[in-house]
């Protein structure tokens, strides 16, 4: 099998190393001639001081997309914006052979847009890994209404082949777990307007529950791709919840700021004065607000359950992964006082009106 990976940015070189040890040739197409040239140095020096590696050839890194035509499967990885990738594939179609499976890592743009060009629409399938990929295996298979039952199974089988486990997904489904994240940072943000805690505050709370702090992930990835999902993944129900984080990361992108190279949501200055009985009941605040983060955590990953197309054993394990959480998400639920979990989110609701915050049934992680 000769896989094909287009762009060259952090997602492409980190899927284009995971898989060169994999049984696979891997062609990388990169338009930066900087970039084909640093990535073969760096190719060759892991061929040398890999003993299994000894001896293999040094993948293919090219800046011509011709040179794809002999691919199995092509991976684009290129930046989030619906019209490069849809052109993309169109210059794809016309080179890659009539077997060729296309697939987009997109984070954020549903597989219905990106491949509305493309005449074979059963070849094509979302497969979205996460960053590292060497250290989370987890890879949404996103399977678009025209994507054939055969594209899928490849999909699965290839994922396997590479030590990652495959989480399929159709329907309103595609894309959950990219969702649940970003869902989570912008309710977390949501709760630091309450002006009670501070955005310091809260994601270190939510560093205990997973194994990163929510704003740490949001300035980690960087505010381009963050607002670019704050924009394209919601739905009626979570526009609103949405619009805060994403009003917040807008203003700071306008200031020449992106997260990741400074300037991110942690460095802004805490608008929050402590008082005395903030600093004497300290740890009762941070427990009273780490149930609300798990509440509607919970909560968020049941709506998703009730899919009935959607497994949910394989999915409530892609969660504990990529999230990374402290516990399952059923010793999480067993942990905490179920009166607590029904009262903040009714609270939620009552205060909002916003029915994204109605309970759902929390027995159903007893089941599961």
């Known amino acids: 099998?000769?896989?094909?990976?287009?762009?060259?940015g952090r997602m492409g070189q980190d899927l284009f190393y995971s898989l060169i040890g994999c049984d696979c040739n891997v062609i990388l197409v990169s338009r930066k001639m900087e970039q084909i040239q640093k990535i073969t140095k760096k190719t060759q020096k892991i061929l040398n001081r890999i003993p299994r590696f000894t001896g293999k050839e040094t993948p293919m890194i090219t800046d011509r997309l011709s040179d794809l035509a002999v691919c199995d499967v092509i991976i684009e990885t290129v930046t989030e914006d619906l019209k490069v990738k849809q052109e993309l594939f169109k210059k794809l179609e016309e080179i890659a052979k009539e077997t060729c499976i296309f697939a987009t890592n997109s984070s954020s743009l549903d597989v219905t847009d990106v491949f509305d060009g493309v005449k074979a629409k059963e070849r094509c399938v979302g497969l979205h890994f996460f960053y590292p990929s060497k250290?989370?295996?987890?890879?949404?298979?996103?399977?678009?209404p025209d994507t054939g039952e055969e594209t899928v199974k490849k999909m699965v089988t290839f994922l396997a082949m590479t030590g990652r486990k495959p989480l399929v997904l159709r329907g309103q489904s595609r894309l959950v777990l990219s969702k649940l994240l970003i869902s989570l940072a912008a309710f977390t943000y949501k709760l630091s307007l309450d002006g009670e805690l501070t955005l310091?505050?809260?994601d270190r709370i939510t560093g205990k529950v997973l194994?990163?702090?929510?704003f740490?992930?949001?300035?980690?990835?960087?505010f381009l791709i963050i607002s670019q999902c704050l924009a394209n993944l919601p739905d009626k129900r979570h526009v609103?919840?949405?619009q805060p984080l994403l009003a917040q990361i807008t203003d700071l992108m306008k200031q020449g700021k992106d997260g990741r190279g400074g300037g991110g949501l942690l460095s802004l200055e805490d608008p929050v004065q402590r008082g005395l009985d903030f600093l004497e009941n300290r740890e009762a605040w941070e427990k009273a607000y780490r149930i609300k983060l798990i509440a509607f955590l919970l909560n968020e990953i049941l709506r998703y359950m009730?899919?009935?197309?959607?497994?949910?054993?394989?999915?409530?394990?892609s969660v504990e992964e990529v999230l990374g959480l402290s516990a399952s998400l059923n010793v999480l639920y067993e942990e905490?006082?179920?009166?607590?979990?029904?009262?903040?989110m009714m609270e939620e609701y009552e205060k909002t009106r916003d029915p994204l915050f109605l309970p759902a049934d929390f027995c159903m992680y007893r089941y599961t």
């Open 211 to 214: 194994v990163f702090g929510i």
């Open 240 to 242: 609103s919840l949405y």
């Open 135 to 144: 250290v989370i295996s987890t890879a949404e298979v996103n399977a678009g």
């Open 216 to 222: 740490e992930m949001v300035d980690s990835t960087g």
């Open 200 to 202: 310091k505050d809260l």
């Open 306 to 317: 009730e899919d009935p197309l959607l497994d949910k054993n394989q999915f409530k394990e």
């Open 1 to 8: 099998m000769t896989i094909g990976i287009v762009g060259s």
């Open 336 to 344: 905490l006082p179920k009166a607590a979990i029904l009262k903040t």
